[in-house]
């Protein structure tokens, strides 16, 4: 790969991408975004950063807007930002802050369709971490601090959120294996092993 390469993380949640996004970041000594992200969009936007946070990662709630918007491009802005809802103003305001650090620096970022935002980017490695529900519901309890009886209920719900923002953003499904250059079973190795295993394939791209 060239010197300048972004490498974007999706996750099923108790997967343990986030905390290996951060250990790559560390590892590659290179900045890591996620909840990052909202304070940046908060900052160039003027908005309260609480506005922003109940609707990260999340899907315009009206089903009407929701079928309005499909003749609506979010990558062209098409629409004055004022005109959008909440969710939407997040997710434009994103799509152009992750353009622009693919642009200006490596990093490392999660979520957000940050994948299919930097589909054409040639110096961009596309990773999504899955895992059976048994270690996510281990995860979830230990790391999470969620209730073992609640666990397996709040994973699924997470996870519906997220394909459901990534369906409605990109009309793409989300954790398909085509959107990715490395799907990785983070319950088959240790986190230090996967974030090894994206090194040795950046370093293989070259």
């Known amino acids: 790969m060239n010197n300048k390469y972004v490498i974007t993380i999706g996750r099923q949640f108790g997967s343990g991408g986030r905390a290996i996004a951060q250990k790559l970041a560390r590892k590659l000594s290179v900045p890591f975004y996620d909840k990052e992200l909202i304070s940046i969009a908060a900052k160039e936007s003027g908005t309260d950063p609480d506005v922003f946070k109940d609707v990260d990662e999340t899907a315009t709630n009206s089903l009407l807007y929701s079928i309005s918007m499909g003749m ?56 999504f971490i899955h895992a059976d529900i048994a270690y996510r519901k281990k995860r979830a ?4 601090n969620i209730e073992e009886k609640r666990a397996e209920s709040i994973i699924n719900k997470t996870d519906k959120t997220r394909a459901n923002y990534y369906s409605f953003y990109t009309g793409q499904k989300w954790g398909q294996p085509q959107n990715y250059d490395l799907c990785i079973d983070s319950s088959k190795l240790t986190d230090d092993q996967v974030v090894d295993l994206i090194c040795a394939y950046i370093e293989l791209k070259g």
């Open 141 to 144: 309890v230990v790391v999470h």
């Open 72 to 127: 609506y491009s979010f990558g062209n802005g098409a629409l004055a930002m004022g005109d959008l809802p909440v969710n939407d103003k997040l997710y434009l305001l994103q799509h152009q802050i992750i353009k622009e650090l693919a642009e200006k620096e490596s990093c490392v970022i999660v979520g957000r369709c940050a994948d299919y935002i930097l589909k054409d980017n040639p110096n961009c490695v596309n990773v």
